[in-house]
T-cell receptor, first 111, second 115 residues
Framework: GQNIDQPTEMTATEGAIVQINCTYQTSGFNGLFWYQQHAGEAPTFLSYNVLDGLEEKGRFSSFLSRSKGYSYLLLKELQMKDSASYLCAVRARQSNYQLIWGAGTKLIIKP | GAVVSQHPSWVICKSGTSVKIECRSLDFQATTMFWYRQFPKQSLMLMATSNEGSKATYEQGVEKDKFLINHASLTLSTLTVTSAHPEDSSFYIC???????????FGPGTRLTVT
């Protein structure tokens, strides 16, 4: 079966660094995506990894290890506006664009 | 680039009526679009894959006669909730994949309330 696991909820302090982990078991692998979703809004695309290693985009970085079925999203210099849910998703098949979604990690930022 | 619009942003309708939601890709063509539903504090649930010029592919447990999908052009897909019931009240979101990697860009969502 297809499975993506992420922690349900995490808490961090403003200005700090937080790492959100994601592990996956899928029938195939053609890329892993991270999305941010604020309450009551649609998800917005953050990052994409298809090869092993770290992709950096400003305060956000995403890491992938295909052999371990593992990814993490690293958020630096946390701001209150980073309070949101973070969704991990995997594209399992090259033949279509359908994504398999994790349940999301709710990140709470405290002052 | 990669902007997806959705209309209406919210709608209230009476039980038994039908509601149409439009999803448009504004600056790119989308042969495929996805329709999701999300209940409060729950994750995204894929309802169906909309394919331009052909029938939609529905996920298991989603009634195709109740949730009618039409993808008549490369920039527009519509979802019609027929004979709506209060349990259909939810947040409906469409998305379209962009570029080779296939990252999905989402519309802003439609909040449906059935009274």
């Amino acid at each position: 079966g297809q499975n993506i696991d992420q922690p349900t909820e995490m808490t961090a302090t403003e200005g700090a660094i937080v790492q959100i982990n994601c592990t996956y078991q899928t029938s195939g692998f053609n890329g892993l995506f991270w999305y941010q979703q604020h309450a009551g809004e649609a998800p917005t695309f953050l990052s994409y990894n298809v090869l092993d290693g770290l992709e950096e985009k400003g305060r956000f970085s995403s890491f992938l290890s295909r052999s371990k079925g593992y990814s993490y999203l690293l958020l630096k210099e946390l701001q209150m506006k980073d309070s949101a849910s973070y969704l991990c998703a995997v594209r399992a098949r090259q033949s279509n664009y359908q994504l398999i979604w994790g349940a999301g990690t709710k990140l709470i930022i405290k002052p | 680039g990669a902007v997806v619009s959705q209309h209406p942003s919210w709608v209230i309708c009476k039980s038994g009526t039908s509601v149409k939601i439009e999803c448009r890709s504004l600056d790119f063509q989308a042969t495929t679009m996805f329709w999701y539903r999300q209940f409060p504090k729950q994750s995204l649930m894929l309802m169906a894959t909309s394919n331009e010029g052909s029938k939609a592919t529905y996920e298991q447990g989603v009634e195709k006669d109740k949730f009618l999908i039409n993808h008549a052009s490369l920039t527009l897909s519509t979802l019609t909730v027929t004979s709506a019931h209060p349990e259909d009240s939810s947040f409906y979101i469409c998305s379209a994949p962009v570029r080779t990697a296939g990252e999905q860009y989402f519309g802003p969502g439609t909040r449906l309330t059935v009274t």
